[in-house]
């Protein structure tokens, strides 16, 4: 996709932080917005000030992790613009930090549900919308740095992201053949308001095992507002969108970080010549399976 003037981008998450500045960018590039929040006023104050630069723009409250509420989202949308999205962002997120060992179910619960769930649910409600347009489409799903590596403090968020990650490569392969593509964003820090996610955090999860409160929001965000320009990032993403990049990772300062993580793992890897008999038997018949057995899964319903 090179040209955004007259597309429909449905964007999570998209009353403030990334998804603000996704709508801001791709707003001003043509494109008419669908913002997505589980915040109804910050949702109007959204669609408002985009409005006034002249956006198209829809707004919706929307929790990602009730299904029903994202199709009737979906349906809303259509019913609007008369279309499914040709872009969509799975932007929303939150995170919580604390040691892991204090971890409950209630935290895994929410972290896991809305930044894992969420994106399950959007590509789900949004991806056979997408093929039965037979448009070129593309979706981009924001994810982490902290993806990539584990995390004793912020465990479940990573686990999540990490999934996402991998959930996304899948997408990219599957969805290719339907002229839509994937992208998934690794940020390391974005200038956001995610410091203050916990205030959204359902009462139904019950308590936290984590440190909350006014001096936990306070020191996160003393880091959030060093981070990158949302509306920077989201040029970084329309960029990838036009190269059709799996991954867009606009942080210099993360490679060397990353080139040690994966240099581990290759390292825990014996050479070949330590079994090359076991490893010629299984490469053929992982190729065979691929070749031959592997069609008895991609063959239509019913």
Request: with cysteine; glycine share 12%.
């Amino acid at each position: 996709m090179q040209d955004f003037a007259g597309q429909l981008a449905f964007i999570t998450g998209g009353a403030s932080g990334a998804g603000f500045g996704q709508a801001q960018v791709f707003g001003r590039a043509g494109c008419r917005i669908v913002i997505a929040d589980i915040r109804a006023e910050a949702v109007e104050t959204a669609r408002a000030a985009l409005a006034a630069e002249g956006i198209e723009v829809h707004g919706i409250a929307l929790d990602i992790t009730d299904r029903a509420a994202y199709a009737a989202a979906a349906d809303e949308v259509e019913r609007v613009f008369g279309q499914a999205p040709t872009l969509l962002f799975n932007t929303a997120g939150v995170n919580n930090f604390g040691p892991i060992e204090n971890t409950t179910y209630g935290d895994f619960d929410w972290l896991i549900g809305v930044n894992l769930g969420g994106v399950v649910n959007g590509m789900v409600t949004f991806v056979p919308r997408m093929i039965a347009s037979g448009k070129p489409c593309h979706v981009v799903t924001v994810a982490s740095l902290g993806g990539f590596t584990g995390s004793s403090l912020a465990g479940p968020y990573s686990a999540a992201k990490a999934a996402v990650i991998n959930l996304m490569e899948g997408y990219r392969q599957g969805l290719e053949k339907y002229d839509i593509g994937v992208s998934v964003v690794c940020p390391a820090n974005i200038k956001s308001n995610i410091a203050e996610a916990t205030l959204t955090r359902p009462a139904a999860f019950g308590e936290s095992g984590y440190v909350e409160g006014a001096e936990a929001i306070a020191s996160l965000q003393s880091i959030y507002q060093h981070g990158m320009e949302p509306t920077v990032l989201a040029a970084h993403v329309m960029q990838g969108i036009r190269d059709n990049a799996l991954y867009i990772i606009p942080y210099p300062e993360t490679k060397d970080m990353l080139d040690q993580h994966f240099q581990a793992i290759l390292a825990s890897i014996p050479p070949l010549e330590t079994d090359p008999e076991g490893a010629e038997k299984r490469v053929k018949a992982l190729m065979d399976w691929a070749a031959n057995g592997a069609k008895v899964f991609v063959q239509p319903k019913g």
